[in-house]
Each structure stands twice: as C-alpha cells, then as structure tokens.
C-alpha cells in the first residue's frame, strides 16, 4: 500500500488513518524507567533512549525536555509509529486502526511537563511540530533552568505563560495527586494552544515574555478559561510582603562555578511555607539569588517539613564576574539522610537501585542535586526527607559542603639541608639508624639504603582540623654531603581534600618552599564541579605537568620535583623511596657540580680537595649511580618518567664533562711542575759548575804570580756563563710558549 508523504514533513497518524487513544499516567519525580512499548516517558525516566526523554539523566547538557523532543524526534516517532510505517510499507492495510499510547511524566507536571506532551500528541498525530516550536521549546529551556527573571517594575512580567501553568498548578487542590495533575496537565495542553495562537510563528523566545500591556504572550489572562488563575496571580504582592517579613534575610558561602573556592552569596531563607505561589520569583527580583524554601507536607513534624526546595538563580553573579553553585550540597544532604533513616528506621527503606549510576547515591529516590539544571536547585526526595530543617539549614551553611572527602591522603614535603653527625636543628638530636630497602625497590640499591641514616619521625603540630603531621630526617651517603629533611602530613578519618591541603600551605609558609613533594591520595565519594576539583588535586603538589594513567584507577601528574598520584592502589607503592633516591641523585650531582666548576675556576688547585672529590665521584658512579631502581612496572614506569623530567642523565654527562676538563688542567699542572722542576734542577747545577768555576778562580787569585790585569779576563769569563744562562733560559720559555 503507498501512502504519499506529505510535503516537508512525516507521516502522522492522521494520514495514515490511524485512530489515536492518549492516556496519561503520573509518576513520583526521579523515577528510573526502562523502554516500553506504547509508552513515553516524558521528563522522567532518567535518560535519553527510544521511549525516554528525560533531561535530568546523566551526561546530558542542562536543557530541558521538550527541546530535547525537537532535537531527537525520532525517540518518540519511531517508538509510536515505527511497527505501523513497516506494515504499510509492507503493503498492508493499516487504515482505521485503532492505537493507545501512553505518556507518563511527574505528579503536577510542570510548563516543561506541559509543552513536551503537547509537541509529542502534535508529532505523532500530524507528522510535525507546531509552528513555532523551536522557540517555545527555548523558551521553555530558560524557565525550567531558572534563568527567567521577574521584575517588581514590570507588573507584565507576572503574566508570562509559565507562570499562568505555575497558577494553574496550585489551584488544582481537589482530588487525589492522580486526579489534580491530570487536571492540571489538560489545562496546560489549552494554555499551550491559546498561546501557540496568539503568538503564531514565533522565531524568538523573548516573543513569549511580556513587556507590556496587552502582549500577544500575555493574552490567555483575560480569557475566561484562566480568570482564576489571573485572581491568584493578583493576590501574590500582598502573600509575598509577609513572607518577605517572616524570613530571615542575610548571605552564605556557596561554591564558586567551574574554579575552587566559595564566594558570599545574599541567602533568603522562609522559616515556614511561603504563602505566596510564585515565591522563587519573587524573592530573585528583591535581590536574593540564593532561596530555601520548605513546603509543607502530611508527614510534618515539629521542626521537620517534608519537602525543602534549595535554589539559586543561574543569571546571578558579584561584582568581581563571579558564579555560585550548589554543586555537592545535595550529595551533602543525602549523605546525612541516610544517617538519619538508618538510625529511626534500622536501615534506608528506600529502593537500592541508585537513581544515578556516578557514586553519588545509594537508592532510587535521593535528595535531587541539580544535575539536569546545571546545580542550581537541589530538591528533597519525594518518599519526603527526614531531615530537620535545622538539619538541612546546617549544612546549607556551613561554607564546606562541597568539600571533597578522602578515602586516604599523605603529603610527604622534602627540603634539601646541610646536617651533622647529631641531625639538624629541624630534626633533633636523635640516634641515627641506618635505612631499609623497600620491597618495591629493586635490590642492587641495597648498598645505597644501607649507606643512608634516619632519625626517628617525631611529631609535628600543624594546627590544621583532619590532619596530623611528623617529622623525619635522613642522611645521604658519606661520598654525598647534605640530606633530606622531610615533612610527612596524613589525613585522619573523615578529613577533606581542602583540609589536606590546607595543611600543605601551612607546612610551606611555617618551612618554606619545599626541594621535592609527593602527594598520593584517594578521593571518597563526591559531587564536586570537575573544574575545582582538578585545581585542588594539582595544587596539592604544585604540579602543572604531563598526566599519566599508570593502571586503570591510578592517575600520576609530575615534574622536575613533583609526584602527585590519585588512585587507589593500597600499601607500599614504592613513591617515596622512588623520589627519595632520585632526590639524592640530583642533590649529589649539583654537589658535585658545584665543587667541580669551583676547582675549574681556580689557578691553583689543591691536589687534596681533587682527590676527594674524584674518589667520591667514583665512588657515587660505582655503588650508587643506578637510575633503573624499581621492580614492579608501575613503579619503574613512574621512575623513568621522573628521571627524564629531573634531567639526571643530562646533568650526569655535564659531570662527565666537567671531569675531563678538570683532567686537562690537572695535566697542565703537571707539566708545568715538572717543568718548574727541570729549570730548579738544571739552575742549581748550572750554578753548581760556576761554584767550581769560583773555586778554580779562588785558587788562581792565591796564587803568587796573579796580576791585577788578570781581572779583566776572569770579569769576562763570569759574564760569559751568565749570558749563556739567560739564553738558555729565553729558549726554553720560548719552546713552552
């Protein structure tokens, strides 16, 4: 059977001939669901599949369902109409059928709830979207993530389309939860349509926000169908002024968006129900970006509401540009209300199959942390929490909730130091005890450890909550001067990545900047922003380097004096023995180094001070000089790694260098001795022979027959030698030259 496509657009039931039955059915928000036949699940479900389109599911951008509709139509088309398209295209006669499908969303369906159902019963019946639906379906973005803003100047404002469904919600108060949002949703579908009329082929979705008396947009308040909800929007200025004076008004520290840190953000919070419908709204435009606000259910108690909804304006920043967010304050929430249920129930009674895949909760029906609205509202679960509002106020302020909690975390902090037989002013006097190689390290460098002394840690008070400290110092091999002072920080039992590293900072301003750090920590569950969370981890050890996976839940980041791993491998890695060595690789060659280029300055060089230094040399080259020290893969790969980031085998060959120069001077030296020598010796004799020519002179002048004229020759003959000698000396300079 062929059945012609209509211009531009799909096949809708409508030109297939098929008759369509909706039924609507309402779920708790949150709700996980898995693809059905014949039904829709609309802004719950928790996903993006055939059948589900839900923009709370993970990894899915903040937006809202009904542009996700537009923007993956084939979700709900082919899901309905995809078994009857086959059998007409197989030819056969689908005409007349009749077809139900059911949609299922939240109780009291929100104007997202409303939109996105009436684009799916438009898709599937005629084969398109309404004219206008792209910028509805943005518009409906900006509400649904918060970002639509009221103004107390602009009385217009109030009769956005949204807020005539927000009305609408709060009068259906007759019923059962079933019955009120079926009623509400029908009377949502008509103010879609009334509105989809007066603003037709819209383009932009400021076209659906009023700015005036009598816009397009605004036009369903004067119809008789919404009268009601127009006297209930009248009546909200006077409900809001004794909220506005019942709550209390002031600032809390929330997180900063993308970035580490918190910023003061104005707080509203509502010590009871607000009277007013549209509180959020109202409480933005007074000001105050960041709402609590506590709803009032049957399973009140004293000091308890059942819901409390936590929000923050998403178009609010301070003076400085900068953007707060609620990111980790619902894990935060959640965490406590699953100590509380434990501890009145004798276990959660919550599903266990966790909401969201990510860690970050336990059961089908946790605190709401915002993530399908770029955490910017967090709401309670709707089994309603049983937490205290006291309880929930607590940890909305307490300026750490975002805080990233540790399953393990050291800092090992080293500074390069000159030290004496008793140990250095940092490390005390101390019995000096020689180290032990680690099984990690392979056991050629046994010579090394055994040549190496400690003192015993001692403590250290940093002052720092979560953390403690202690002190050791280690001695280099007698060939190399100096040692290592080194700083160990550990993070107790319930500490937080900040703490830790709050006490790395306090570590540098009370010693100084450290030679050397590793850090290794193990993150606990979180919700942190990705952005914070990767500064903290890398400031923990100064490291702005190269990453590299070394197993499938270990991460290293390191550079020339850096080694930071984030994973979880448990005991003795071999790090720190890893780094010590190589510390003292480095250490001994710029020692080295530094006495070479001395001696290859001097004019004079001892014989004594290079003979020291060539023994220690030799001795570092053949009992310590080994720069593959590890055994395991994992290690060994770390090793190489920072063995090329410290540049060991450069600086090694510079020292091989500056010895072959110090050779060539110390053979100049010698030649030049010996050439001092040669002329000490050939002097002496040459004078040696004109002593004896003296002596021979001496005995002719005691001779009886010596004449005065006899002077001139013998005067002659002196001279003579000692021209000779000069010559002979000229020449031989001359020959050096």
Known sequence: MYIPRPMGRLLGANDLGLRVTWRHRFVPPGTRAEPTPGVLYLDVGGGLRPGIIDHHGADIRPTSTAELILQ????????????????????????????????????????????????VKHLVETGEFPSGASALARYVTEVDQGRYRLHLDRPSTFLAP????????????????????????????RLVERVLRDVPGARSPSQFVPDGDDHPASRWASSDEFQDARELLAAEPEHFAADFEAAERGSVVLPLQGANGGMEVPAFVATRPPTSKLNKYWVRASGYPFFVCPYATASDTEGRFGRVILSLDPTWTDDEGQTPSLRGLGFALERRECEVRAEEEGGDQRSPTPRWDDGTCSNADPWYDGRGHAFTIVDAPSSTTHLSYADVLAIARSGSFWHVPLSRGTITMMWAADLDAKGDAAGGPGKWEPLVCPPAIDDRMRPFYAACRALAPIAEELDCPGTAATREVRDFPPEARGGLRLLHIRAEEGATLEQLLMASRTAVERFGEPDYVLSRVQLGAHNADPGGLDILVRQLGDVDVDEVPIAPDELVLFNHRSLLVRGSQEGDDGYLEVLFYLAFVREALRDYQTRLSDLLRKDQRSRKDTKKLRRDILAFQTRYYDLEIARSGRVRRISERLVSAMHLSRSYGEIQDQMRQLAQLEAQDDARHRERADLF??????????????ETIVAYLSWDGFQRKDWTWIGSLLAFFVVIWLVALMLRRRRRM
């Not at 082919?78 to 007349?96: I, T």
């Not at 259906?172 to 949703?185: H, K, V």
């Not at 010796?681 to 003296?694: C, Q």
């Open 72 to 119: 993956h139509r084939e979700l709900v088309y082919v899901h309905f109409l995809g078994g009857v398209l086959k059998r007409a295209a197989a030819g056969e006669s689908v005409g007349g059928s009749d077809l139900t499908f059911t949609l299922v969303t939240h109780f009291a369906p929100d104007f997202d709830g409303v939109v996105s159902t009436y684009f």
């Open 681 to 694: 010796m050939e002097s002496a004799l040459f004078f040696v022979a004109i002593a004896g020519v003296f």
């Open 162 to 189: 949204h807020i005539g469904q927000l009305a609408i919600q709060n009068l259906m108060t007759a019923g059962d939860p079933e019955q009120r949002s079926i009623e509400g949703l029908e009377r949502g579908l």
